[in-house]
């Protein structure tokens, strides 16, 4: 099924997606948004579809501790572009079972804790459809959250109609959408080993580090903390911008109390702790 949705053009996938929810939209439905360009361009679609039908859409943003503040602004300003009924729910993950220890399979008990609360909301809304923005590309990486989202039964349209990562933006740059070069903002906990404690304090020095960074024109930055090292990861053409500001990133993140600190030569990549 996968094979033959990929073997269609982009227009026949937009096609097909717009078709499934404009009927969905028949009826309440709401999307998890994150503010990322993926959930930003279902909520311009679902919001256009629930329009036109008359229909309640609401698009749903987790408080959390572990992700960065700025997901929050960039979520109020995709439900407002997307004409959604804005809702937030606030959650402390570090209070799921297993979570502070960074387990492998971290991403999978964040998710189910998320994604319960979320069907609780759908069911006190008169809700049937919730949707979830991953992508064809997702199923390259290790995404352990994605059987959290199956288990569920929570639709990924996304992924299901076979939209890379480039069609995304792409598409979300068509509508005039603000997130659509808008680098991917994952979890903070990713910027640790697994099963390496996970302490709010910590969190929120390596999140301090790297928007201090982008305030500096590095757009993708991830610092990753091992122990007492901070790995630099930013791509590999802004070595020299980084060279160049070397001493004021030092002060910056000596600022913050990392002790040693470190440029990887790999160049930033997406899941390295992974590896």
């Excluded at 503040?69 to 960039?74: L, P, Q, Y």
């Excluded at 991917?184 to 960074?213: Q, V």
């Excluded at 990753?224 to 630099?232: P, T």
Aim: charged share 30%.
């Amino acid at each position: 099924m996968m094979e033959e949705i990929r073997g269609q053009t982009f227009s026949q996938k937009q096609e097909m997606l717009v078709k499934q929810l404009k009927e969905e939209t028949k009826n309440p439905v709401c999307l998890a948004l994150s503010g990322g360009v993926d959930s930003s361009l279902l909520a311009a679609l679902i919001g256009k579809c629930a329009a036109e039908n008359g229909t309640k859409a609401y698009g749903v943003t987790f408080d959390t501790v572990l992700h960065p503040a700025a997901d929050m602004e960039a979520a109020r300003k995709a439900a407002e572009e997307g004409g959604l009924l804005h809702k937030v729910i606030s959650v402390n993950e570090l209070e799921f079972e297993r979570i502070k220890n960074n387990p492998k399979d971290r991403c999978y008990i964040c998710k189910k804790g998320l994604f319960q609360k979320l069907k609780g909301f759908a069911e006190n809304h008169g809700v049937r459809t919730i949707y979830e923005g991953s992508n064809y590309d997702d199923l390259s990486q290790y995404r352990p959250g994605m059987k959290a989202v199956k288990e569920l039964e929570i639709s990924s349209p996304l992924l299901d109609h076979g939209f890379t990562k480039k069609e995304i933006r792409e598409w979300a740059s068509q509508l005039g959408i603000s997130s659509a070069s808008r680098p991917s903002s994952p979890c903070m906990a990713t910027r640790l080993p697994y099963n390496e404690e996970l302490d709010l304090f910590t969190l929120r020095r390596i999140e301090a580090a790297e928007e201090a960074l982008k305030e500096l024109g590095f757009g993708v930055i991830r610092v990753r903390l091992h122990k007492d090292v901070a790995r630099l990861e930013i791509p590999v053409e802004q070595f020299s911008q980084a060279l160049e500001q070397v001493v004021l990133i030092r002060n910056i993140l000596k600022s913050l109390d990392f002790r040693y600190i470190t440029l990887d030569l790999e160049g930033f990549r997406s899941g390295s702790m992974d590896i």
